[in-house]
């Protein structure tokens, strides 16, 4: 039985065709795409939930928003370097604790909802670094008890004793055990899958197999669902293949309003606005009323909007 | 030499930076690093052809777009003689000593011996202002051959006596502390670049002094908008100025996009620094690079 599946056949796409060269097969294959809400029943009030992406690019916003509108509760976040994945998450009041390794706007700004719940105490931020993150991911991918790292001179340990543990020096060499981080579910966002679930990152891949292979659970969205002769064209591409892959999700710009690698650019005028709204608890609640409780059907439409008038010139950074 | 008439304080970091970097060397670049890769790029094309960078977040090797992108952007893979998965990266950005010849690195915070502060301003617990995070530039402060610090603005509020947090360890408590307390055999920080001057570190004391200060830019203001007591050498040069070709390489096939020339470059605010935005999706439309003749 596959550890990572947990749901079975639903929303049934087109009629199995004969994929590669096994020829017609004996049974039918088990398919993976669901609903948004289907996606959101994986993860319960209190997982620890990776988020997969970089920042501006690939973060399962679809995803995302889902979860802030479905009121999940007491998560655990444990994102890969992100801007407006985690901190809608945090915003809408979601995540009682939160893996810190980088959560900014770069040039937009700080993240606003990040800041505010970090610096009145409401958020535990588990202060990570670049190491200590890949440490803890590869402890739980390969079922460690810890992984070591150099200890390099930071305060981390100081504020974050639990995951950066003192080991014995060897060879005069300072050295700290992370423990695995391990992930019930891990959202992460690719530009196609097929309906098996192999699922193809066409640019970057970042963290997302790292952070799939330490997750019990994996679902990913995708702006476009495609048939398998296309995922086998360039199977290098399968960064995410079924085997690890619990659900798909086909959610056209997906990502937005961060890019989807090959496929469309950061939104910056969104982003901006977001930053903005999001310095406001007031201003805040409209940013979510607006684009998050309206669900995903409507955000879509809001932005074609966006876009079109950008294209006419009249606002927005879209080109 | 011929010196340029007039440029950006994001043009004349990433030239002084790039005069730093050797033929040969390899170097990473983090996310959201423009002057950091105009640096490098312009160091290949002037005298360092055989320097290779990476980008941290996509693994792209020596990615050369004649525009600037940003570091995680899908388009540099198309521009780059390699790319290497960040999961495989790792290995060498989080873990191995002295893998890089040198890291450029921002912070929050500063202080007079260059430890670097990203993480927050005040308590952990409850900080007066919650930055963004360390990512890799703990191992990379403490396993680079050695690094630079670029920063976009320089006052008292982010050169400061001592950082709040070390998140990116540099002379740690000066002197040899950083071998001594911390068994470092890297040589840590070597030059601090900020909008107003080039800073380095005395060679027993490991405290930050001023090295040169930038064209139109006074000794007076570089100490009086630096928040700890800067070591003054009795000599101080002024950092030399762009020279004609530099600007020219840097503008026709680095930076043709103008990403670093953008903003008011008048010379009141060159030495107020302000960073100008770059719109993410620039450079979107130019085809492929030809072979750049200035």
Known sequence: MNPHGTLGARGAGPAAESEGTVGRPLSVRRRKVVTLDD????????ATVGLGGWIFYNTPMALVRALARAGRRDL?????????????????????????????????????????????????????DGPGLAAGLRAAADGLP??????????????NPEWYRP?????????????????DVVLVHAQQADEYGNAQLLGGAFFDPLLAMAARRVVVSVDRLVPTRTIRRVPERTK??????????????????TGSHTLYDPDEGHLRAYVEAGTRPDAYEKYLDRYVRVGEERYRELVRRGARRARTGCEGDER | ?????????????????????????VGIVGTASDVQVAACNLARAMHAPSLSWVSGPLGTVNADAGALLPTADARLIRHAEAVVDLSVMIDVIDWRPGFFDFAILGAMQVDRHGNLNTVVIGDHARPKVRGPGVIGTSPLAAFAKHFFVLLARHDRQNLVERVDFISAVGHYRGGSSRASELGLE??????????????????????????????????????????????VPPDVATTPPPTVRELA??????????????????????????????????????????????
Not at chain 1, 39 to 46: C, F, K, P, Q, Y
Not at chain 2, 8 to 19: G, S
Not at chain 2, 259 to 279: E, K, V, Y
Request: hydrophobic share 40%.
């Open chain 1, 76 to 128: 655990t976040l444990v994102p890969a370097p992100g801007s407006i994945g985690p901190d809608l998450l945090i915003g809408a009041g979601s995540v009682s604790r939160v893996f810190c390794v980088f959560i900014t706007f770069e040039h937009l700004g700080f993240a606003p909802n990040f800041r505010r719940r970090s610096e009145s105490g409401a958020l535990q931020v588990l202060e990570m």
């Open chain 2, 1 to 25: 030499m011929n010196a340029a008439s007039t440029w950006t304080t994001a043009e004349l970091q990433a030239i002084i930076l790039a005069r730093e970097l050797a033929d040969g060397e």
């Open chain 1, 240 to 257: 995410l293949p079924s085997y690890l892959v619990t659900a798909v999700v086909e959610c056209p710009r997906g990502a937005h309003p």
């Open chain 1, 39 to 46: 996606a959101v029943r994986l993860v319960e009030d209190g």
């Open chain 1, 167 to 183: 080991l014995p020096a060897v060879d005069g060499r300072r050295l700290l055990a992370v423990p695995p981080i391990r992930l």
């Open chain 2, 186 to 231: 890297t040589e840590g920080p070597r030059l601090v670049v900020t909008p107003l001057a080039v800073l380095d570190f005395h060679p027993v004391t490991r405290s930050m002094q001023l090295r040169s200060v930038h064209p139109g830019v006074s000794v007076a203001e570089v100490v009086a908008r630096t928040g700890f007591v800067l070591d």
């Open chain 1, 146 to 159: 810890y992984v070591p790292i150099f200890d390099v001179g930071t305060d981390l340990p100081r504020v």
């Open chain 2, 249 to 294: 390489v840097l503008r026709r096939c680095v930076d043709r996009t103008g990403i670093l020339r953008r903003g008011r470059s008048d010379t009141r605010s060159q030495r107020l620094g302000d960073r100008p935005a770059r719109p993410m999706s620039a450079g979107t439309t130019h085809t492929r690079t030809k072979p750049c003749r200035t």
